[in-house]
């Protein structure tokens, strides 16, 4: 696997796993920040991996898997469903949970997964392969209307008309490299000088295949749901709409008085962090603590 953990060493650090503890990776990935937890909580936590993508798990049961055994439970599913899985598993609460949202490297440069334009391949996006939703459907299909939408809300494209027109009047489209094409064909390149013309328009495409926005907001509040009093929730996104359900959610929960934030502001990872991985550049972590009701009750 290629893909490089991003705030690895931050998100352990806050975290901080411990021997007998039980922790969630709810993205597992490569197994970067699973790998830390396990190493970290030696030698008996426990650790508990989500990722729908089953080609990630099927990796983990062949390296971490291996070298772990017992210590670490491989689940199959969004993490949206994570309570009832957890339980499941025979867990009610547990001390840690990281969350490291969007695609991994391995993903983004399949040349069948169809995430990126810079590999031409078909136009699936899903994370989950078993999910009838691809981004072909959304483009041959979808209403003209209903594609401009989708690009403004969950692309932030100021061009959503024009593109939307484009790629109606392009059909039938079957690659990313043709869709990108399209894209690049109807925006003035020079307002596209730090991302390619079509970024926007494959965020928004991978967003709705996979419903990445209901899915966190789900995914969240299960996790607050799970954790101990006192355990820590920390939260890696790559885009200003997740970053944005996070605070928004973070910010009621602390209103509520259920959780404390660590870090007012969001950690981003250091310039030479940046420098050896670029996919960093745009990454925020937000962490918060369940409150400990006793402990607080015991220093009034
Ligand atoms: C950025 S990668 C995680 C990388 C990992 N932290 C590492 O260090 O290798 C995100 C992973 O989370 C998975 N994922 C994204 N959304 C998910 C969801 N709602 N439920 C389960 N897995 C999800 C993706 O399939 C992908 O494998």
């Known amino acids: 696997m290629k893909h490089k953990s991003v705030l690895l060493d931050e998100s352990i650090f806050v975290i901080n796993p411990q ?7 709810m993205t597992l990935g490569a197994g970067g920040h699973t790998r830390k937890l396990l190493e970290k909580s030696s030698p008996n936590g426990i650790v508990i991996a989500f990722d729908r993508d089953k080609k990630a798990i099927e990796y983990a049961k062949e390296t971490l898997k291996k070298e772990y055994g017992e210590r670490l439970l491989l689940v199959n599913e969004n993490f949206s469903n994570c309570v009832e899985k957890v339980r499941e598993l025979g867990f009610e609460y547990v001390d840690g949970i990281v969350m490291d949202l969007g695609v991994s490297l391995d993903q983004l440069k399949s040349k069948t997964r169809g995430f990126s334009f810079l590999e031409d391949a078909p136009l699936d ?3 989950d392969v078993s999910k009838p939703l691809t981004a072909e459907k959304i483009v041959n299909e979808w209403q003209e209307k209903d594609i ?3 690009l403004r809300i969950y692309g932030e494209e100021r061009f959503a008309g024009r593109i939307a027109k484009n790629i109606v009047r392009s059909r039938p489209i079957y690659s990313t490299k043709q869709l990108a094409d399209i894209v690049e064909g109807c925006v003035p390149r020079n307002l596209y000088k730090r991302i390619h013309p079509a970024t926007r328009t494959f965020q928004a ?8 926005l209901e899915s966190l907001k789900k995914g969240l509040s299960s996790s607050v749901e799970l954790l101990a009093e006192g355990g820590v929730l920390c939260v890696i996104s790559f885009h200003s709409l997740e970053d944005r359900i996070v605070k928004n959610t973070f910010r ?8 404390r934030l660590i870090n007012k502001k969001p950690i981003v ?4 962090e940046i420098y050896k ?3 960093a550049r745009s990454a925020k972590m937000r962490c918060l603590v369940k409150i400990n009701k006793k402990l607080e009750d015991s220093n009034d």
Not at 19 to 25: A, E, Q
Not at 205 to 212: A, F, M, T, W, Y
Not at 252 to 259: A, F, Q
């Open 19 to 25: 021997n007998n503890g039980v922790y969630i990776d």
């Open 125 to 127: 996006m899903r994370m």
């Open 148 to 150: 401009e939408n989708i």
């Open 205 to 212: 495409l991978r967003i709705v295949v996979n419903d990445e």
């Open 252 to 259: 009621d929960y602390k209103s509520e008085g259920v959780v």
């Open 269 to 272: 990872p250091t310039k030479d």
């Open 277 to 279: 991985n670029r996919r």
